[in-house]
């Protein structure tokens, strides 16, 4: 079945800095990708939008110039934390989209662990 | 407003037990998928099913089977003669026609299977 892989799987950080989080299709073109973030013992909550050639869309209360999302080829979306804080620490999984339409298949990647000190 | 309803916050049962998973949605779109997941430990969320909104049938696989319920807005998730690996997170969730796959999870149960 269709595979989404996220980089690095967890990463610890200092306050202050930036961090990257890659989500990949690895053998399909995903036009549309999906990041959710899920806080300890909590639901996934989704983010923002993104989508292969233009800017994400973000829903409502999340900070767009705090999560930059790029989503700059039909396989690899990326994620970044910019000047992340204690509070920022949480679980963050992306989903990619097969196939045109409103119900395409969807699949998770494996989740991606950021613990900001 | 599109919601997702998982009254059961945990629930604890020994081996072998059968249990019960709930899960009520809400939605004034006709053309909708559901789905469960099931999120162990380690984090990654594993696909279950996912069931469109025509189709009311009844599913079994294996040990698990779903009742989908569109007269009280149901899809409820059973697992028969439960095993420890059973324990987990599961989730409910709601995909939208209108909205282009951006699902709403419900809250969670959190599944424990004692030996």
């Known amino acids: 079945g269709a595979v989404v892989s996220q980089h690095p799987s967890w990463v610890i950080c200092k306050s202050g800095t930036s961090v990257k989080i890659e989500c990949r299709s690895l053998?399909?073109?995903?036009?549309?990708m999906f990041w959710y973030r899920q806080f300890p013992k909590q639901s996934l909550m989704l983010m923002a939008t993104?989508?292969?050639?233009?800017?994400?869309?973000?829903e409502q209360g999340v900070e767009k110039d705090k999560f930059l999302i790029n989503h700059a080829s039909l396989t690899l979306s990326t994620l970044t934390v910019t000047s992340a804080h204690p509070e920022d620490s949480s679980f963050y999984i992306c989903?990619?989209?097969?196939?045109?339409?409103?119900?395409?298949?969807?699949?998770f990647g494996e989740g991606s662990r950021l613990t900001v000190l | 407003a599109q919601k997702v309803t998982q009254a059961q916050t945990e629930i604890s049962v020994v081996e072998k037990e059968d249990v019960t998973l709930d899960c009520v949605y809400e939605?004034?779109?006709?053309?909708?998928?559901l789905f469960w997941y099931k999120q162990p430990p380690s984090g990654e969320l594993v696909f279950l099913i996912r069931?469109?909104?025509?189709?009311?049938q009844n599913e079994i696989s294996g040990r698990y089977s779903w009742n989908f319920q569109k007269s009280t807005s149901s899809f409820n998730f059973t697992i028969t003669a439960s095993q420890v690996v059973d324990s987990a997170v599961y989730f409910c969730?709601?995909?939208?026609?209108?909205?282009?796959?951006?699902?709403?999870f419900g809250s969670g149960t959190r599944l424990s299977i004692r030996p």
């Open positions: 969730a709601l995909d939208l026609y209108s909205s282009a796959s951006k699902i709403i």
């Open positions: 053998d399909f073109q995903a036009t549309t």
């Open positions: 069931r469109n909104s025509f189709d009311e």
């Open positions: 993104s989508n292969e050639g233009s800017k994400a869309t973000y």
């Open positions: 939605t004034r779109d006709t053309t909708y998928y």
């Open positions: 989903s990619a989209k097969t196939g045109g339409g409103s119900f395409g298949e969807l699949f």
